[in-house]
């Protein structure tokens, strides 16, 4: 008998991963995929292309991803080279007139607008969306909480109600939206909204199979910092009690994932986006990565 080569035996690894993944194809196929696209993921560039490739992926075997985000970073360091300092209280952006102007450039004009070219690049049609296009978000002011009381944000809100209209009609045109996190009051205020919570709602909106919000961590931690309390798994009913104990950077995103679930999302993920890949590891193998929360 001759030896496989190399090629060979890499070549059976490939057919193998292709079957396991062909359950995953069966489940999802036609189905919404809400992602939260951020974290290291957003300022990597191989990561950047990697998440593009994946998002193609997706809409090639009949997955529809929608995709939404946010842009910290991004917008402290434009405000930087504007001359404008940067506030935060209760942990979030102090947002005036001048600086919900460049919020919403950033967003739209450098972070959609590169990833969307992305992911045209990598074979898929993409639009590029923000909360106030077609109705898509509506949203209301919201205050900072601190220990001493009620801390004034300034122009940042909370979205309240979705239509997700412009969304339906790009997917069923083929298209992966690439949505930013800003959203105009009922009084047409435009407001800075939490890109974790505006997913957790649009993907309710949606009737989405699955909302991914990707993280700079491996998922969950029951004992943080403790690196062997990862959970791979909890409830509804668990992550309600462990909300309060998390670190101020991990609440948004864990209760992203617990309304939604609340809300009818079958599943929500919390997934490591400095993993290249992960969100086809995620939906396409039986180990996933991250943490599971479910009803």
């Given at each position: 008998?001759?030896?496989?080569?190399?090629?060979?035996?890499?070549?059976?690894?490939?057919?193998?991963?292709?079957?396991e993944?062909?359950d995953w194809?069966r489940?999802?196929?036609?189905?919404?995929?809400v992602?939260?696209?951020?974290g290291n993921?957003?300022?990597?560039e191989?990561?950047?292309l990697a998440f593009?490739?994946?998002?193609?992926?997706?809409?090639?075997?009949?997955?529809?991803p929608?995709v939404?985000?946010?842009?910290?970073?991004?917008?402290t360091?434009?405000?930087?080279?504007?001359?404008?300092?940067?506030e935060?209280?209760?942990?979030?952006?102090?947002t005036?007139?001048?600086?919900?102007d460049?919020?919403?450039?950033v967003?739209?004009?450098?972070?959609?607008?590169?990833?969307?070219e992305?992911?045209?690049?990598?074979?898929?049609k993409?639009?590029v969306?923000?909360?106030?296009d077609?109705?898509?978000?509506r949203?209301?002011?919201?205050?900072?909480?601190?220990?001493e009381g009620?801390?004034?944000?300034?122009?940042?809100?909370?979205?309240?109600?979705?239509?997700?209209?412009?969304v339906?009609?790009?997917l069923?045109?083929g298209?992966v939206?690439?949505?930013?996190?800003?959203?105009?009051?009922?009084?047409?205020?435009?407001?800075?909204v939490?890109?974790?919570?505006a997913?957790?709602?649009?993907?309710?909106a949606?009737?989405a199979e699955?909302?991914?919000?990707?993280?700079?961590v491996p998922?969950?931690?029951?004992?943080w910092?403790e690196?062997?309390?990862?959970?791979?798994e909890?409830?509804v009913?668990e992550l309600?009690?462990?909300?309060?104990?998390?670190e101020?950077g991990?609440i948004p995103?864990?209760?992203?994932c617990?309304?939604a679930?609340?809300?009818?999302?079958?599943k929500?993920?919390?997934?490591?986006?400095?993993e290249?890949?992960s969100i086809?590891?995620?939906?396409?193998?039986?180990?996933?990565?991250?943490?599971?929360v479910?009803s």
């Amino acid at each position: 008998m001759i030896p496989a080569s190399n090629d060979q035996a890499l070549a059976r690894i490939k057919a193998e991963t292709l079957i396991e993944s062909l359950d995953w194809l069966r489940e999802f196929h036609g189905k919404i995929v809400v992602v939260k696209f951020g974290g290291n993921a957003m300022v990597d560039e191989q990561l950047q292309l990697a998440f593009a490739q994946d998002m193609a992926y997706l809409r090639f075997v009949g997955i529809k991803p929608v995709v939404v985000h946010g842009g910290g970073p991004q917008i402290t360091a434009r405000l930087a080279e504007l001359g404008i300092e940067s506030e935060f209280r209760a942990g979030m952006r102090f947002t005036d007139e001048q600086t919900i102007d460049v919020v919403k450039e950033v967003l739209r004009e450098q972070i959609s607008k590169s990833l969307a070219e992305q992911i045209q690049a990598s074979g898929a049609k993409t639009i590029v969306l923000s909360g106030e296009d077609d109705s898509l978000f509506r949203a209301a002011k919201v205050m900072g909480k601190t220990p001493e009381g009620d801390v004034d944000l300034g122009l940042v809100g909370e979205v309240t109600t979705v239509n997700p209209r412009a969304v339906l009609k790009a997917l069923d045109a083929g298209m992966v939206p690439v949505i930013s996190s800003v959203a105009p009051s009922t009084s047409g205020q435009l407001l800075n909204v939490n890109a974790d919570l505006a997913s957790s709602s649009l993907a309710i909106a949606l009737g989405a199979e699955k909302l991914m919000v990707l993280t700079d961590v491996p998922g969950l931690y029951a004992n943080w910092p403790e690196r062997d309390s990862l959970l791979s798994e909890i409830s509804v009913s668990e992550l309600s009690e462990l909300i309060p104990k998390l670190e101020s950077g991990m609440i948004p995103k864990m209760q992203a994932c617990l309304r939604a679930v609340q809300g009818g999302v079958p599943k929500a993920h919390i997934i490591d986006g400095r993993e290249p890949h992960s969100i086809l590891l995620e939906i396409f193998t039986e180990a996933g990565v991250g943490t599971q929360v479910t009803s």
